[in-house]
Structure formats: C-alpha cells, structure tokens
Nanobody, 127 residues
Framework: QVQLVESGGGSVQAGGSLRLSCAAS???????????MGWFRQAPGKEREGVAF???????NYADSVKGRFTIAKDSFKNTLYLQMNSLKPEDTAMYYC??????????????????WGQGTQVTVSS
C-alpha cells in the first residue's frame, strides 16, 4: 500500500526556483535496505528521464543536465522526499514524478525498474 504524492510545482520565470515535495506512505524509507527514491520528469512528446536520486544511505546521483542546479534530499522521519530546483531553465519544463523501489545495482536511473510512482506535479519555466 505504498503511495507517493507530489506537490510544489508551478510556473516560474527562467532563473527562478521551486521546491518539490513527495510525501510517502505505506512504508518508512529508513527501514529498507538498498532502497532508492528519485525524481523523473517527462515533457510532451519525450521519454521519461531520470533527474535526481537518493539511496537510503544518503548517496545521491544527478542527471548531467541538472547537476549543480538541483538538490535532492529526504526527511526519513516525515517520509518526505524533496527536490530543490534553482536556476531553472525553460528546458526544465515537464511533469515531475516521484518514484521509489529497490532497483538492481546500477539501475537506479531506469524508470522501468520502479514500481511506486506519484501522480506528478507540473513545472513550467518561461523565458
């Protein structure tokens, strides 16, 4: 009965910031070994791509396109995942999804390896 619910999306001008949140229920993130939570995004007509990921031990990984601008973090006590997005660009416009699972080693960035997904929150960045 794992559920993920995203919030925090909106419309901003280029260079602005947003903070996305993902509230998880049905399990406590810190109790599971080798668990990854992450953010994916999908723009119209494009495939879903991985954005940022964090393992239960705190290890983080980022897509090259967002490295240095986005920061992923988690609050295990609140079962909440965050994505701080700074210096936003129009190319960041997409539906952003929260995901969680236990992907095989080295496969944390593959959407097909995740079973638990949120409904998505829209991020729109204008020039």
């Amino acid at each position: 009965q794992v559920q993920l619910v995203e919030s925090g999306g909106g419309s901003v001008q280029a260079g602005g910031s947003l903070r996305l949140s993902c509230a998880a229920s049905g399990y406590t993130y810190g109790r599971y070994r080798r668990v990854y939570m992450g953010w994916f995004r999908q723009a119209p007509g494009k495939e879903r791509e991985g954005v940022a990921f964090i393992a239960n031990d705190g290890t983080t990984n980022y897509a090259d396109s967002v490295k240095g601008r986005f920061t992923i973090a988690k609050d295990s006590f609140k079962n909440t995942l965050y994505l701080q997005m700074n210096s936003l660009k129009p190319e960041d416009t997409a539906m952003y999804y929260c995901a969680a699972d236990r992907p095989p080693p080295g496969s944390y960035g593959a959407a097909l390896e995740y079973s638990y997904w949120g409904q998505g929150t829209q991020v729109t960045v204008s020039s």
